[in-house]
Structures are given as structure tokens and as C-alpha cells.
């Protein structure tokens, strides 16, 4: 019964790296994200996917892009890395896009950009 | 745009004592409203959720009522458990902004023996 699952579980960056942060999800869901959380802040959007092939800035997409590679999976890519993303990232999904439908989170992605 | 405010944390209480946490809101329209929880080391899970005015959501022991007169959904439980430490994250889903959930800053939970 693994839900969502992501990789790595930690990542230190050096400024200017680039690293893909992948999600995985067992529940056949249709639509997946990408938040962040910072101190204070709360979580924000980054992407969305509503369905397969499908995807859509949130609140703070400056600086990463996303793939949703079929219905399962769903990346996110940051091409050159800054302080700036030092951030938990956390990934989620739920059965569709919409006011009503819970999301199921993974365990997050702690990343630190030197 | 849609706003959830919390209260500031963190929130330190005694085993079996009385919990609020405080939520207030502001969005046009209907929104859904939901309390999430993370424990340590763990993504958000889902606590309880209301989407009409006056729905009461529960689940755990963990009660909130939407208030739409007062545009709030407090949280509340009647004699935490020191199982119930963790951070509480308020949030709305608005029918006019498809997919987002917009949270609020999250509230620590500490439960001491």
C-alpha cells in the first residue's frame, strides 16, 4: 500500500545543478502536484497535471518544469539550481482535479542549494 | 484572492487537555474546507473536510464546523493525546480555481505528559 512515493528523500545541490525529482503514485489517480514548503509559509504550488499529458503552472513555477511521464508519474526538473529552492518538496495526487477530491501526499524531499 | 490565516504556534498543552486551533478564511464563492496534519518526517495527510456552510467534518477525536457567517473552520478535540503532536495545516479549495488548495502557515502541536 505505498500511496505516493518520491526519490530522493534528501539532495544537497551546489548553485547551477540540475536534478529531477521524481513522484510515483499506486491509487490511479488522474491528477498529481508539486508543492513546496517553506518555514512560514505554508505549502504552494508549483505544477499541476489534471490527467495524463496535461500540465499547468501553479503559484511559484519560476525556475522548475515538470513531465508527467504517464498516469503513474509525475517529475519535476529544476535545470539550475539556487539558493532560492532550498525547500521540502512534496508531491501529490488525487482522483481528479477539483474542489472536492483530497490530496494524498508522499514524503517529502528535503533539498538544500549551497 | 483565497487566504487562510491560522493561528501563530507553536501550541504546547498537557495530555488530555482541551484543543482549539483557530482558522479563519477569506475566498469568494463556496470553498471546501480541510484540516491536514503532518507528523514528523511525513507528508500531509488528511484529517477531516466540510464543504457546505455549517457541515461539522471529524474524524480522530478532531472536530471543525465551517462557519460561513464568521469564515472560520476551527479545530478542535476534546483531550489530546501525545500522539497528536504534529502541525495542523488549515486549507479551502475554491470551485472557481480548479486543483489548488491554498494552506495556511500551519500550526505545531506539542503534547507533554
Known amino acids: 500500500n505505498a500511496g505516493v512515493t518520491q526519490t530522493p528523500k534528501f539532495q544537497v545541490l551546489k548553485t547551477g545543478q540540475s536534478m529531477t525529482l521524481q513522484c510515483a503514485q499506486d491509487m490511479n489517480h488522474n491528477s498529481m502536484y508539486w508543492y513546496r514548503q517553506d518555514p512560514g509559509m505554508g505549502l504552494r504550488l508549483i505544477y499541476y497535471?489534471?490527467?495524463?499529458?496535461?500540465?499547468d503552472k501553479g503559484e511559484v513555477p519560476n525556475g522548475y518544469n515538470v513531465s508527467r511521464l504517464n498516469k503513474r508519474e509525475f517529475s519535476l526538473r529544476l535545470e539550475s539550481a539556487a539558493p532560492s529552492q532550498t525547500s521540502v518538496y512534496f508531491c501529490?495526487?488525487?482522483?481528479?482535479?477539483?474542489?472536492?477530491?483530497?490530496?494524498?501526499f508522499g514524503n517529502g524531499t528535503r533539498l538544500t542549494v549551497t | 484572492g483565497d487566504s487562510v490565516t491560522q493561528m501563530e504556534g507553536p501550541v504546547t498543552l498537557s495530555e488530555e487537555a482541551f484543543l482549539t486551533i483557530n482558522c479563519t478564511y477569506t475566498?469568494?464563492?463556496?470553498?471546501?474546507l480541510f484540516w491536514y496534519v503532518q507528523y514528523p518526517g511525513e507528508g500531509l495527510q488528511l484529517l477531516l473536510k466540510a464543504t457546505k456552510a455549517d457541515d461539522k467534518g471529524s474524524n480522530k477525536g478532531f472536530e471543525a464546523t465551517y462557519r460561513k457567517e464568521t469564515t472560520s473552520f476551527h479545530l478542535e478535540k476534546g483531550s489530546v493525546q501525545v500522539s497528536d503532536s504534529a502541525v495542523y495545516f488549515c486549507a479551502l479549495s475554491n470551485t472557481g480555481t480548479a486543483s489548488k488548495l491554498t494552506f495556511g502557515t500551519g500550526t505545531r502541536l506539542q503534547v507533554t505528559l
Open positions: 501529490a495526487s488525487s482522483e481528479q482535479v477539483g474542489w472536492d477530491s483530497p490530496l494524498h
Open positions: 475566498a469568494t464563492g463556496y470553498p471546501s
Open positions: 497535471s489534471a490527467s495524463e499529458g496535461t500540465t
